[in-house]
């Protein structure tokens, strides 16, 4: 697949088959993510390994589609709002580079906002300066959906003078 083709066809995967990721690939993938554009090198990202107990506390109601595998990400906390919204954006960064080397992969991921919840945060036990960014569902798909069409990028720009 060319970068575009992984780009456009990359889904939201929200049913999953129960076969496991191999642990040298999902490394391959979190590694490569990690070339993400990051301000100061301070790679803001941390990872949750989500394990039964923790997933079942989550009560997500389809189990996040039945993935064989949870991760958290986590947001460095910052001593400013900027450098904090900057932390967010590096690890947005991280993880779409993850969605997109699983994807060239042949593996598919859910982004879900659960994990900032309040019940997200107490489950996960997330620091109280941290921000939770996802938690990702990831597998191989059981299904993957149509894509949802764009806005023409053209409606989406101004130019100033
Ligand atoms: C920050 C963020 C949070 C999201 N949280 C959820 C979520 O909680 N539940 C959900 O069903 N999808 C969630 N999504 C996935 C979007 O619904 C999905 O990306 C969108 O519908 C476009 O579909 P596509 O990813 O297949 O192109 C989230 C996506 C992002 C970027």
Request: net charge negative; charged share 20%.
């Amino acid at each position: 697949m060319t970068i575009l083709d992984t780009i456009r066809t990359r889904r939201t995967i929200k049913a999953f088959k129960p076969d496991p990721i191999p642990e040298q690939e999902l490394n391959t993938w979190l590694e490569a993510a990690s070339y993400a554009p990051n301000h100061r090198m301070n790679e803001p990202w941390e990872l949750l390994l989500i394990g039964p107990e923790t997933r079942a506390a989550l009560n997500h109601k389809t189990d996040f589609g039945g993935a064989p595998l949870l991760i958290g990400v986590l947001s460095k906390p910052a001593d400013n709002a900027m450098a904090r919204d900057e932390n967010i954006m590096a690890v947005s960064c991280y993880i779409q580079n993850f969605m997109l080397a699983a994807h060239e992969a042949g593996a598919g991921v859910f982004w879900s906002s659960l994990g900032a919840s309040a019940l997200g945060r107490k489950v996960l036990g997330v620091p109280e300066e941290h921000d939770v960014v996802a938690i990702l569902a990831v597998g191989y798909p059981l299904e993957v959906p149509a894509a949802k069409p764009r806005t023409m990028v053209e409606d989406k720009i101004t130019t100033l003078p």
